[in-house]
C-alpha cells in the first residue's frame, strides 16, 4: 500500500530558478526513507508541502484519507501560560474528548437503553484501541527516554530554547502516535542517550518515516532507502547511508568513465568529418553531415559533477607542546547546582579527546574553563608556555556582524586583500558572495567562515565544541579530513558519533559532576560501559505509592462488565504465552548480549502490562460481586 505519492511536484521561488522540478516517487506503507540532498535542495520545502505549510506550483502530493501525519520540526502556537506539561497532553485531546463523552453516556445508561449501551461500547472500544488506559504509561516512558524531567514538565512552554522546544515537540508526536513521521534534523537538539532512545524508537515504529538528517550514524540505524534530491528531481538508492555514500561514488565514476568515453568519440568522429569534408566530395560530404548529426547527440551529455571539495588544513605549530594541559581539583557551579567538582586530569601531546555527557551537565563550561573565559569556582588550569590554541565555539558569533565577508577576513583575521580572498575561495565563498554582510549567512554559513579564520592559525591544541553542528553530509567530510591530517591534540564535544568513533583515542564523561578518563577508542569504551551496567547491582525497588482503585463509572448492570473481566483475562493468558516465548528466546541469546538487552526491555513491557490488567481484573471482580450480591 502506498502511504506518499508525489508526482511531477515543481516549486521555485525565484523565477526560472525551480527549487523542485517534476520531483516524482513513493513512499510505501512501514518504509524508513532518508531524504537527502545538498543544501537547498529543497528536502524542508518538500516536507512543508507534504505538511500543506506551502502549496506546489503544480505537481500532486497524494496521502491515503485518514492518514495522521505529522512533521517534527513544526512547532505550534500554544495559548498563553501553557506549561510543558500542557503541551505534551496536548497529544491526547481526542482520547480525552472521549473520556468526557463516556462519563456523560455513562450517567445515563441505568435505564438500559440499547442504543446508549451501544455507542458506549463502541466509544469504549476506540478509546482502548487509541491507548486511552495507557496515557500516563506512554507519556512516562516518552519521557524518560528523551530526558524531560518532572521540574522541567512545570516550565513554561514559551520561555524554552529554540532546542528544547524542538525536544517538546517530538516528544508531543511521538505521543500523537500518527501513521507518517516527517523527522527533519530530529537529532540536532539532543544528546547522545536521546538520540539512542530515539533511534531505537524509529526503529520499532510500525508507521511510515521520512527523514531529512546530516547525522550518518542516525541514517545508518533507523533508514533502508534513500531519495536523494538533484537538480529539483529524485535520484533512488536501495539501503541506509552507508551503501548510498558507497554507490553514490560508484555511479560518479561510472558516469565519468562513460562521459570521457563518449569524448574520445566524438574527437574521433570530429577528425574523420573534418577529413570528410576536405576531400570534399559529395557521397563524403553526405557522410560526414551524418556523423554530425551522431556528433550532437553524443554532445547533449553533460559532464557529471560531484560537490566541491574544501582544500584547507588546520594551521599547526612547528613545535610540540610541554605540559600542555592539567587540570587539578577543579569544580563549578551555577546558584544551588554543582556542574562538576574535583575534577583532575591531565591532556597529553597528540591525545585526542572527546567530552561526553547530556546537554547541560556543563562540557561546553569546562571548555571555557580551559580557555580563561569563564572562572572555575575552585582547583587550579594549567597550560604549558608553548601552547598554541585554537576553539571552535558551537555558539558562533561575530564582533561586526554587519561586515562583509572580505572585511571580517582583512580586520578580525588580519589578511590582506589577496590573502582574504584566496582564503574565502578555498571554503567555497567565491565571487560576489565575499561581500555579504555577515549577518546574512546560515548557521552552516558561519561555522564555515568561522572555520576559514581559524584554520590559518599555527596551533598545536585544537579545541571544537559541536564542530558538526549546521553542517552539510559534504562540509562535514571536508572538516573530518582537516582534523585527520592534523597531528597536534585534540579536545572535542561532539554528539555526532560518528565524528567521535572516527578521532577519539581517549573518552571523558561528565556525569553527576565527575568526569570518568578511559583511555581507548568509541568502540572500546561503548563496550565498556556495557560491561559496568553488566556488573552493576540491580537497582533497589522503590516503594510505590498505593493507587486508589476506582470503580467503573458505567452503571449499566453486570454484561459488561463481565465482558470487560474476559476480555482482561484473555489477554493475561496471551501475555502468559508471550512471556513463554521469551523465555525461551532468552535461553536461545544467551551468548548474545544486545539481544538479551532487547528482550529484557520486551520482559518489562509485558510484566508492566501484565500487573495493569491484574489490578483491573480485581476491580472488575469487586464491582462484578457488588451488584450481584
Given at each position: 500500500m502506498i502511504d506518499i505519492a508525489v508526482r511531477d511536484l515543481v516549486k521555485e521561488y525565484e523565477v526560472g530558478q525551480p527549487v523542485l522540478n517534476g520531483l516524482t516517487f513513493q513512499v510505501d506503507t512501514g518504509e524508513?526513507?532518508?531524504?537527502?540532498?545538498?543544501?537547498?535542495?529543497?528536502?524542508?520545502?518538500?516536507?512543508?508541502?507534504?505538511?500543506?505549510?506551502e502549496e506546489a506550483d503544480s505537481g500532486q502530493v497524494i496521502i491515503p484519507a485518514g492518514k495522521r501525519l505529522g512533521l517534527i520540526s513544526q512547532i505550534p502556537?500554544?495559548?498563553?501560560?501553557?506549561?510543558?506539561?500542557?503541551?505534551?497532553?496536548?497529544?491526547?485531546?481526542?482520547?480525552?474528548?472521549?473520556?468526557?463523552?463516556?462519563?456523560?453516556?455513562?450517567?445515563?445508561?441505568?435505564?438500559?437503553?440499547?442504543?446508549?449501551?451501544?455507542?458506549?461500547?463502541?466509544?469504549?472500544?476506540?478509546?482502548?484501541?487509541?491507548?486511552?488506559?495507557?496515557?500516563?504509561?506512554?507519556?512516562?516512558?516518552?519521557?524518560?527516554?528523551?530526558?524531560?524531567?518532572?521540574?522541567?514538565?512545570?516550565?513554561?512552554?514559551?520561555?524554552?530554547?529554540?532546542?528544547?522546544?524542538?525536544?517538546?515537540?517530538?516528544?508531543?508526536?511521538?505521543?500523537?502516535?500518527?501513521?507518517?513521521?516527517?523527522?527533519?534534523?530530529?537529532?540536532?537538539?539532543?544528546?547522545?542517550?536521546?538520540?539512542?532512545?530515539?533511534?531505537?524508537?524509529?526503529?520499532?515504529?510500525?508507521g511510515t518515516v521520512l527523514v531529512i538528517s546530516h547525522d550518518r550514524y542516525f541514517l545508518d540505524k533507523t533508514i533502508s532507502r534513500v531519495v536523494e534530491l538533484k537538480d529539483g528531481k529524485a535520484e533512488f538508492y536501495s539501503g541506509?547511508?552507508?551503501?548510498?555514500?558507497?554507490?553514490?561514488?560508484?555511479?560518479?565514476?561510472?558516469?565519468l568513465r562513460q562521459y570521457k568515453k563518449e569524448q574520445a568519440e566524438l574527437q574521433r568522429l570530429s577528425d574523420t568529418v573534418r577529413m570528410m569534408h576536405e576531400h570534399n566530395t559529395e557521397h563524403l560530404n553526405k557522410r560526414a553531415f551524418s556523423i554530425e548529426k551522431r556528433m550532437a547527440k553524443l554532445n547533449q551529455t553533460a559532464r557529471p559533477d560531484r560537490v566541491k571539495k574544501l582544500k584547507a588544513?588546520?594551521?599547526?605549530?612547528?613545535?610540540?607542546?610541554?605540559?600542555?594541559?592539567?587540570?587539578?581539583?577543579l569544580s563549578k557551579t551555577f546558584g544551588e547546582r554543582t556542574l562538576f567538582h574535583d575534577v583532575t586530569l591531565?591532556?597529553?601531546?597528540?591525545?585526542?579527546?572527546?567530552?561526553?555527557?547530556?546537554?547541560?551537565?556543563?562540557?561546553?563550561?569546562?571548555?571555557?574553563?580551559?580557555?580563561?573565559?569563564?572562572?572555575?569556582?575552585?582547583?587550579?588550569?594549567?597550560?604549558?608556555?608553548?601552547?598554541?590554541?585554537?576553539?571552535?565555539?558551537?555558539?558562533?558569533?561575530?564582533?561586526?556582524?554587519?561586515?562583509?565577508?572580505?572585511?571580517?577576513?582583512?580586520?578580525d583575521a588580519g589578511c590582506d586583500a589577496q590573502q582574504a580572498r584566496d582564503r574565502l575561495g578555498r571554503f567555497l565563498f567565491q565571487g560576489e558572495d565575499v561581500f555579504k554582510p555577515v549577518s546574512v549567512l546560515s548557521g552552516g554559513e558561519q561555522s564555515r567562515l568561522r572555520l576559514c579564520m581559524?584554520?590559518?592559525?599555527?596551533?598545536?591544541?585544537?579545541?571544537?565544541?559541536?564542530?558538526?553542528?549546521?553542517?552539510?553530509?559534504?562540509?562535514?567530510?571536508?572538516?573530518?579530513?582537516?582534523?585527520?591530517?592534523y597531528e597536534g591534540a585534540l579536545l572535542f564535544v561532539s554528539h555526532d558519533r560518528y565524528f567521535i568513533d572516527r578521532f577519539a583515542t581517549r573518552i571523558w564523561t561528565l556525569e553527576n559532576g565527575v568526569i570518568t578518563d578511559f583511555r581507548g577508542d568509541y568502540a572500546a569504551y561503548q563496550a565498556w560501559r556495557e560491561r559496568q551496567k553488566q556488573l552493576a547491582p540491580p537497582p533497589k525497588p522503590q516503594k510505590e505509592e498505593k493507587v486508589k482503585k476506582e470503580k467503573p463509572k458505567r452503571t449499566g448492570g453486570t454484561k459488561q462488565l463481565k465482558k470487560d473481566l474476559a476480555a482482561a483475562e484473555k489477554r493475561m493468558e496471551k501475555l502468559d504465552q508471550l512471556m513463554e516465548?521469551?523465555?525461551?528466546?532468552?535461553?536461545?541469546?544467551?551468548?548474545?548480549?544486545?539481544?538479551?538487552?532487547?528482550?529484557?526491555?520486551?520482559?518489562?513491557?509485558?510484566?508492566?502490562?501484565?500487573?495493569?490488567?491484574?489490578?483491573?481484573?480485581?476491580?472488575?471482580?469487586?464491582?462484578?460481586?457488588?451488584?450481584e450480591g
Open positions: 524508513r526513507v532518508g531524504i537527502l540532498g545538498r543544501n537547498g535542495a529543497g528536502k524542508t520545502t518538500l516536507f512543508r508541502i507534504l505538511t500543506g505549510q502556537v500554544y495559548p498563553a501560560g501553557y506549561t510543558v506539561e500542557d503541551v505534551l497532553r496536548t497529544a491526547f485531546d481526542d482520547l480525552k474528548a472521549m473520556e468526557q463523552e463516556m462519563e456523560a453516556l455513562s450517567d445515563q445508561l441505568a435505564g438500559g437503553d440499547a442504543q446508549l449501551l451501544a455507542q458506549y461500547d463502541r466509544l469504549q472500544a476506540a478509546y482502548e484501541t487509541g491507548g486511552g488506559y495507557e496515557i500516563e504509561t506512554r507519556l512516562e516512558k516518552i519521557c524518560s527516554g528523551l530526558g524531560i524531567s518532572k521540574d522541567f514538565r512545570a516550565k513554561d512552554f514559551a520561555q524554552l530554547s529554540g532546542g528544547e522546544k524542538t525536544r517538546i515537540n517530538l516528544a508531543r508526536l511521538i505521543l500523537v502516535d500518527t501513521e507518517i513521521l516527517l523527522l527533519d534534523e530530529p537529532t540536532n537538539h539532543l544528546d547522545l542517550h536521546a538520540t539512542e532512545w530515539l533511534e531505537d524508537y524509529v526503529s520499532h515504529y510500525k541506509n547511508y552507508s551503501f548510498y555514500a558507497v554507490e553514490k561514488e560508484k555511479r560518479y565514476l561510472e558516469q588544513k588546520f594551521g599547526q605549530a612547528e613545535f610540540h607542546a610541554d605540559d600542555l594541559l592539567s587540570l587539578r581539583d591531565r591532556l597529553e601531546d597528540g591525545d585526542r579527546v572527546a567530552l561526553l555527557g547530556d546537554n547541560g551537565t556543563g562540557k561546553s563550561t569546562l571548555l571555557k574553563i580551559i580557555l580563561g573565559e569563564e572562572p572555575q569556582d575552585g582547583g587550579v588550569v594549567k597550560q604549558g608556555i608553548t601552547v598554541k590554541t585554537g576553539y571552535l565555539p558551537q555558539q558562533i558569533r561575530f564582533a561586526h556582524p554587519e561586515r562583509s565577508l572580505y572585511d571580517t577576513m582583512i580586520y581559524l584554520m590559518d592559525e599555527k596551533v598545536n591544541f585544537l579545541i571544537l565544541d559541536e564542530p558538526t553542528n549546521h553542517l552539510d553530509l559534504d562540509s562535514r567530510e571536508w572538516i573530518e579530513e582537516a582534523v585527520e591530517e516465548t521469551l523465555n525461551a528466546e532468552k535461553e536461545a541469546a544467551a551468548s548474545d548480549y544486545q539481544k538479551l538487552q532487547e528482550l529484557a526491555e520486551q520482559e518489562a513491557e509485558y510484566t508492566a502490562e501484565y500487573d495493569a490488567l491484574m489490578e483491573k481484573w480485581e476491580v472488575l471482580s469487586e464491582a462484578i460481586a457488588a451488584e
